[in-house]
């Protein structure tokens, strides 16, 4: 069974200054890794997404993400955080067995506040 | 960019009551989901569908869910007798083919039930 856990699920940071949301999960096979963000009143956007190869990822909005086998992690960053980066954001995993074909599991997730 | 659609937005009913959800997933993709998200609470998963068949369900999904693709379009999602408990925003979600291919969402579907 796999699983996540999101440490904090409320950050708050100042505008400018770096952005850091924890991940971490468990698989029992080489997961699928994804973090998605929720602003109000949508749905779930994918920022960016960890299958094979490089183990730094690049999404938009100028997050990235890196994948970190040994410690089963998986941590969101931006270096400089903006006012419309206040959301929520999900991490969330998958593997690519079984007739379900690319479930997901997500974690808590974590409430980002941006302050001036 | 193609998107998920989702109808309605909000929908108020009464417990006891059968609601369905409906969703267009994008055109080309394969594999349909729902999810739900109480308020609060992380995001679960109810059920997967592909080849016109649930692949898989949650515990959440007992006999009161019900899933459907009546046609080339649109997939639904039924609650034959609602219960309190299903107050939840309802997200469903469509994926093309391809290993790691991400899951692309509604907007969700706000249910309260009364």
């Known amino acids: 069974a796999q699983s996540v856990t999101q440490l904090g699920s409320h950050v708050s940071v100042s505008e400018g200054a770096l952005v850091l949301l924890r991940c971490n999960y468990s698989?029992?096979?080489?997961?699928?890794l994804f973090w998605y963000v929720q602003y109000p009143n949508q749905g779930l956007q994918l920022l960016l997404k960890?299958?094979?190869?490089?183990?730094l990822v690049k999404g938009i909005n100028g997050f990235e993400a890196e994948f970190k086998k040994s410690e089963t992690s998986f941590h969101l960053t931006k270096p400089s955080a903006h006012m419309s980066d206040a959301a929520e954001y999900f991490c969330?995993?998958?593997?690519?067995?079984?007739?379900?074909?690319?479930?997901?599991?997500f974690g808590g997730g974590t409430r980002v506040l941006v302050k001036p | 960019e193609p998107e998920v659609t989702q109808t309605p937005s909000h929908q108020v009913t009464q417990m006891g009551q059968e609601v369905i959800l409906r969703c267009v997933p994008i055109s080309n993709h394969l594999y349909f989901y729902w999810y739900r998200q109480i308020l609060g609470q992380k995001v679960e998963f109810l059920v997967s569908?592909?080849?016109?068949?649930?692949?898989?369900k949650s515990e959440i999904f007992d006999d009161q869910f019900s899933v459907e693709r009546p046609d080339g379009s649109n997939f639904t999602l039924k609650i034959r007798s609602t219960k309190l408990e299903d107050s939840a925003m309802y997200f469903c979600?469509?994926?093309?083919?391809?290993?790691?291919?991400?899951?692309?969402f509604g907007n969700g579907t706000r249910l309260t039930v009364t």
């Open positions: 979600a469509s994926r093309g083919t391809g290993e790691g291919s991400p899951l692309h």
């Open positions: 698989s029992s096979v080489p997961p699928y």
């Open positions: 569908f592909y080849n016109n068949e649930i692949s898989e």
């Open positions: 969330a995993v998958s593997d690519f067995m079984g007739a379900a074909g690319n479930k997901l599991t």
């Open positions: 960890y299958t094979t190869g490089a183990t």
